[in-house]
């Protein structure tokens, strides 16, 4: 337990100096506890898991063996990009499962949320374990836990109640029993992105706005289907698109996208077109406990809405939620 209590002694890491320090005292302790052994993470694309690998790739490089789960669930080209940084720049060991089959068809005709994000949880865990069984020499198991992390813990573990099951990799089966790797497990977020840029990761990885394990599951309201999922995924990538463009993604802290499952009358090309609405979110928030609205511009909205309507199959409306936390959380479920 006292290894995971930040001590008061502890520095701030505010500079590459600092973050340079810690890396080269992460890297020889990482290589103390492992030796030549095999070290297993989940690389989902997240902060936090990519600058675990980052970091492990440069202590051991090829005894660190990355998984990235593609659950279906991502945002436009964000599996490709994990490829594309890990493999083919900082060439790791990385298995790249596509288990959108998987998760779909076992999520097919289910609505309930928590339902949708038990499955999904369930799910990442058994093909993340049937990749696992199928290496060799594997004793340890990384991952991206960070101190607010260990703090969140602690307070469950004093019975007070989440408000959403939120998932990790934790859990896995008896079979499959690591000892574990936690590099970052002291530090705070923006420590492990001034880390990330130390090790060279891309400013866009280290600065990515927060995804919910469930990913864009938990954005396709009540059952999810294929196309509606495929409008969400085009749509999402449309407001970041336009938010990249304005300055915006730079200054607001989680700006996403929702499909409800409904439609409305709508017209186009001179007919009736049935489509859903895309439900824009965008707010501002210390700690994700409580968040407020950010004020988009109305020309922004405008030139979103126009090109959302215009070039994903399916949507025929564009609203704004500009509801705050409490009484929304930040997801719809
Ligand atoms: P809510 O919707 O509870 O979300 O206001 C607060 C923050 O948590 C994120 N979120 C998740 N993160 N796994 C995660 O890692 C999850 O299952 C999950 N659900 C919500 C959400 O995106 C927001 O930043």
Same mark, same amino acid.
């Given at each position: ?15 590459? $100096?600092? $973050?340079?320090? =810690? ?71 990385? /298995? ?6 998987? =998760? ?35 004793? =340890? ?15 469950? !573990?004093?019975?007070?109640?989440? /408000? ?17 790797? #936690? ?39 009540? $059952? ?10 085009? $749509? ?13 993604? #730079?200054? /607001?802290?989680?700006? =996403? ?24 979110? !965008?707010?501002? *928030?210390?700690?994700?406990? *409580?968040?407020? %609205? ?9 030139? %979103? *809405? ?20 409490? *009484? ?6």
């Amino acid at each position: 337990m006292e290894n995971n209590v930040r001590p008061a002694s502890m520095e701030r890491i505010t500079t590459k $100096a600092l $973050a340079d320090k =810690f890396i080269a005292e992460q890297i020889a302790e990482v290589k103390a506890q492992v030796g030549n052994k095999k070290v297993l993470l989940a690389l989902s694309g997240g902060v936090d898991s990519s600058v675990v690998a980052a970091l492990l790739i440069k202590a051991i490089g090829k005894q660190l063996v990355c998984v990235h789960v593609n659950h279906g669930l991502m945002r436009k080209n964000e599996s490709e990009n994990v490829v594309e940084v890990f493999q083919n720049q900082l060439d790791a060991n990385l /298995v790249y499962v596509d288990a959108t089959d998987r =998760f779909l068809d076992l999520l097919a005709g289910v609505s309930d949320p928590e339902q949708k994000r038990k499955i999904i949880g369930k799910e990442f865990i058994n093909v993340f374990a049937d990749e696992a069984r199928k290496l060799e020499g594997v004793e =340890f198991l990384a991952q991206g836990t960070i101190y607010p992390d260990i703090l969140e813990s602690i307070k469950q !573990a004093e019975g007070k109640k989440a /408000v959403k099951s939120h998932h990790n990799v934790g859990g896995l089966p008896e079979d499959l029993q690591f000892a574990l790797v #936690e590099p970052l497990k002291l530090l705070f977020k923006d420590e492990v992105r001034v880390v990330g840029e130390a090790l060279g990761l891309p400013h866009a990885m280290v600065y990515r706005q927060p995804f919910p394990g469930p990913g864009l599951g938990v954005r396709c309201l009540g $059952a999810i289907t294929r196309d509606r999922l495929t409008a969400l995924r085009e $749509a999402d990538a449309i407001l970041r698109d336009e938010f990249d463009k304005c300055g915006l993604a #730079e200054k /607001v802290w989680q700006y =996403f996208v929702i499909i409800p499952d409904v439609k409305s009358v709508g017209v186009k090309d001179d007919s009736r077109y049935e489509g859903w609405p895309a439900i824009i979110r !965008a707010v501002n *928030t210390m700690d994700a406990m *409580t968040a407020t %609205i950010e004020e988009i511009p109305y020309a922004v909205l405008h030139k %979103i *809405t126009q090109r959302i309507v215009t070039e994903v199959e399916g949507i025929n409306r564009v609203l704004y939620d500009l509801t705050p936390k409490p *009484t929304g959380t930040i997801e719809w479920e």
